[in-house]
């Protein structure tokens, strides 16, 4: 919400409608106080700043909506660039574990990511539909941070021998094991989701709700284990040997 209204201030108070005419008006000023005083500078500046002034009173009391409908959405479109990037860079570093599972399950959940955010722009379901959508996103990101996980793993593992690199190979399994069940719940989830769409299925929403809330704690267990692992004393030798 913070960023939301720096971003409409932004473009209410420094709109170049506004500031140049503000600027422009201030300037003519200062060239007629320099010069000893100039009635058509006093009156050009005086027309500049109460022009910008009267612009910003415009935008703020008629446009208010239209701009904090745009701040949004430029918020929202920069979060999916940012969002976009990551998951690119992600699916880059996972080909280096030479494991097709892990980029077949990234496109899985991409592919869902996609038609979750398609689906959830369906009309009429906008409101009904907010907490299934949240929960889709949430485990959506549990679900790439298996993955992730899974790959330092794999890092970590490179790193040992014997029975310690089994050990590790180990726990990575049972991580994709769990990324693979968060994705076919994910994929799952959205095609009952998909059903419900032109339906009013309040009970059945509320199941799916219950079903999304289980996966995610599903997915968290995850987290745990790899907490587990860089509690480990030479978890920081391994992955910063100069240290």
């Known amino acids: 919400m913070e960023a939301l209204r720096k971003r409409i201030l932004r473009e209410i108070f420094i709109a170049p409608s506004v500031v140049l005419p503000v600027v422009g008006g201030a300037s003519a000023w200062l060239l007629s106080w320099a010069g000893g ?14 022009g910008g002034v009267g612009w910003f009173a415009t935008r703020f009391i008629f446009q208010l909506d239209g701009i904090s409908e ?10 999916l660039q940012k969002e976009e990037k990551h998951l690119n860079e992600l699916q880059k570093r996972l080909a280096n574990d030479r494991d097709p599972r892990t980029e077949q399950y ?33 485990l959506f990101w549990a679900a790439s941070d ?6 330092k793993m794999y890092e970590l593992a490179q790193k040992l021998t014997g029975a310690e690199k089994q050990g590790v190979l180990a726990q990575r399994e049972r991580c994709l094991e769990e990324a693979r069940e968060s994705s076919e719940h994910l994929r799952d989830a959205i095609a009952t989701f998909r059903q419900f769409a032109d339906k009013t299925l309040e009970r059945d929403m509320d ?6 809330a289980e996966s995610i704690r599903a997915a968290k267990r995850s987290e745990e284990r790899m907490r587990e ?3 480990r004393p030479d978890y920081e030798r391994y992955f910063n040997p100069e240290s």
Do not use: F, H, Y
């Open 229 to 231: 692992l860089q509690n």
């Open 37 to 50: 005083g100039n009635d058509w500078l006093n009156l050009a500046g005086l027309v500049g700043v109460l």
């Open 106 to 138: 990234l496109i899985l959940l991409r592919e869902n990511r996609t038609e979750l955010e398609r689906i959830a722009r369906t009309p009429g379901i906008e409101l009904r539909s907010l907490e299934i959508v949240k929960q889709a996103r949430q």
């Open 70 to 79: 745009k701040a949004m959405q430029d918020l929202a479109e920069e979060a």
């Open 207 to 212: 199941t799916l709700q219950l079903e999304l």
């Open 146 to 151: 298996q993955l992730d996980q899974s790959m």
